[in-house]
């Protein structure tokens, strides 16, 4: 059962007048909830909770903060149908993919969970004292990671479990001894508050400190603006638009005490397709990526949307049939009204550049937020000489670059912003050019993918999901996989520190 209130450490707390309600995207209509903004002083009282619960929550043991990760993924499935049926009506995506991503969003905390029970994960070193060292003595030094604080989470709208309330940024940083003050998704207020439930549940039940979880509700930026700039957060998580990321990110910088944001932005993932699988498995190659380029709607950060190939009559019959199996696969409910808008206006502004050719596209009626899949194709001189090509399409879009020749091609990548990924797909024939191609990627992107989909992503100690700006904010870490945890830690070092008094890892 829903209240439409926000969670302040354990209690639920409305002491606002504005509210919003949630979309039911297939029915194109409201659902019934009205959800409280968060005031300021509720907001204040988050943090404060938050730092409050900090003090003790950072010193409590690897295996206390397991049992709560593993409590917070058993009341998750607990929720069971109340879940996946508020997750559907609030986002349209389908039965199995609320099912499926429930699984990655307990799976993930339960890998937090394993990943804390050893101290391994602080990668503690110890460098022991030299007294008789000359012309000094050598001081005893042991080095090993400490939560930064409270860390503010952005729920991201395209992923209303994995990368939500209790999603990646929230189970690593809950596992690293931050407590989390979770910003949700106006799209999905009724998914985040019953998630946060279930974390309040699993705080309770296993005795953690009141404040360590919060759930904030607003939308129109007030409460997320207020959260960033409140003195007493320590870094920010938050997956969603460049706009978002970036203005979160500059409001972060002008703090008195700046603190890091660790957004993961746009990407339009090029996949360059060699001339030898265009010459040989151009068939299965199209196959393959029209299921790709729709899977949810398009609506993933990994999404394929930018196909480089090199120009030439195969190409054209690849791109046609790509377009027609892609045109072909039924049109799909989007998250929101908005984001459909979005997928629109980005679609035009690509559309509408000198030389860029629509191949395929769905026409005809279909319902209000369903997306019609597009695959357009453009010359690679007239995509390098017009930026606006590269902006993001997000949903079932894909432009094909037809490069003169592989010259050409590697100038297109070297024109590319920062990517979260990159796909080569070739022959053992073309494999005498890929040094060049990879190469160019390794500039542009957090990962490399042979002969596969970008879509799809890993949740595994050697997974990067993050790039150059603006894939990521800081590319020198993942947003998915164990070493997301990298993110809320700091480096501290103890010198000539009793052993007595030194942490259990560092003795
Ligand atoms: P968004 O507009 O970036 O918003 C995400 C969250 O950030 C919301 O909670 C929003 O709060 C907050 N926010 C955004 N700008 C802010 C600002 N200037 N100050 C304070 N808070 C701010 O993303 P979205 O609503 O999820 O989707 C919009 C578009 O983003 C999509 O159409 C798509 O193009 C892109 N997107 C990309 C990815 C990706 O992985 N590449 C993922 C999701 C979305 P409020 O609700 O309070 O405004």
């Given at each position: ?352 550049q000198p030389g860029v050719e ?19 194709a453009v010359s690679?001189s007239d995509f390098?000489a017009n930026?606006?090509m ?118």
């Amino acid at each position: 059962m829903i209240t439409g209130k926000n969670y302040i450490g354990n209690q639920l707390s409305a002491k606002g007048a504005t509210t919003h309600k949630t979309v039911n995207p297939k029915l194109n209509k409201e659902n019934p909830t009205a959800f409280f903004q968060a005031t300021s002083e509720e907001v204040n009282d988050a943090v404060e909770l938050a730092d409050q619960a900090f003090k003790v929550y950072r010193n409590i043991s690897g295996k206390q903060r397991a049992d709560f990760l593993n409590a917070i993924a058993d009341e998750i499935l607990a929720l069971d149908n109340e879940l996946t049926d508020m997750y559907m009506s609030e986002s349209g995506l389908p039965e199995g993919r609320a099912q499926g991503e429930r699984g990655r969003t307990v799976g993930q905390l339960r890998a937090f969970a394993d990943l804390i029970l050893t101290e391994n994960w602080r990668s503690n070193t110890i460098d022991e004292a030299i007294p008789t060292r000359q012309p000094f003595p050598k001081s005893d030094i042991r080095k090993t990671s400490i939560p930064l604080g409270p860390v503010v989470v952005f729920a991201a709208s395209n992923f209303p479990l994995a990368f939500s309330t209790a999603g990646g940024d929230t189970a690593s940083a809950l596992a690293s001894g931050c407590p989390v003050i979770v910003k949700s998704h106006a799209m999905h207020s009724g998914t985040g508050e019953l998630v946060a439930s279930a974390i309040i549940k699993a705080a309770e039940k296993t005795g953690m400190p009141n404040g360590v979880f919060s759930n904030i509700t607003g939308s129109g930026r007030v409460v997320g603006t207020a959260l960033v700039k409140h003195p007493k957060v320590k870094a920010v998580g938050f997956t969603g638009s460049i706009a978002g990321g970036r203005a979160l990110y500059n409001l972060a910088a002008e703090r008195e005490e700046p603190i890091p944001v660790f957004a993961e932005m746009g990407s339009i993932n090029p996949v360059v397709v060699m001339p030898n699988v265009i010459k040989n498995k151009a068939e299965e190659t199209a196959v393959t990526y029209a299921s790709s380029i729709t899977l949810g709607t398009g609506q993933f950060c990994t999404n394929p949307g930018l196909l480089l190939t090199i120009a030439g009559e195969k190409t054209d019959d690849f791109v046609k049939d790509l377009a027609e199996k892609t045109v072909a696969i039924a049109p799909q409910c989007m998250l929101h009204p908005n984001i459909k808008d979005g997928f629109v206006s980005n679609g035009e502004i690509v559309t509408s550049q000198p030389g860029v050719e629509i191949v395929g596209k769905v026409e005809g009626n279909i319902e209000p937020n369903f997306a019609e899949s597009t695959i357009a194709a453009v010359s690679g001189s007239d995509f390098l000489a017009n930026p606006k090509m590269h902006t993001e399409v997000f949903g079932p879009f894909s432009l094909v670059v037809k490069a003169k020749d592989q010259g050409e091609l590697v100038e297109v990548i070297d024109s590319l912003e920062g990517q979260l990924t990159g796909t080569v797909l070739a022959e053992k024939e073309d494999f005498t050019n890929l040094p060049t191609i990879a190469d160019a990627l390794q500039s542009k992107v957090g990962r490399i993918i042979f002969n596969g989909v970008p879509t799809g992503v890993e949740v595994c100690e050697s997974m990067t999901h993050g790039g150059p700006y603006p894939a990521s904010s800081d590319s020198r870490f993942t947003a998915v996989g164990l070493g997301a945890i990298k993110r809320w830690i700091r480096p501290f070092s103890y010198q000539d520190w009793p052993v007595e008094l030194l942490p259990e890892g560092l003795k």
